[in-house]
C-alpha cells in the first residue's frame, strides 16, 4: 500500500508542477487570493 501511496503522491507533485509551470510561462503576473469558501457559501444559504 505504501508503494500505491507514494506512486499517487509523486503523480499529483509532478501534475502540480507541469500546471504551475504552464501558468508561470503564459502570464507575466500572477495573484493569488486567500478565500474562506464556508464563510461564503453561508451567506448564500
Known amino acids: ?4 501511496k507514494a506512486k499517487q503522491s509523486a503523480r499529483r507533485k509532478d501534475w502540480q508542477h507541469k500546471v504551475t509551470t504552464e ?3 503564459c502570464y507575466d503576473i500572477v495573484v493569488t487570493e486567500k478565500l474562506n469558501v464556508i464563510s461564503c457559501s ?3 444559504l
Open 1 to 4: 500500500m505504501s508503494k500505491l
Open 23 to 25: 501558468i508561470a510561462s
Open 42 to 44: 453561508d451567506n448564500q
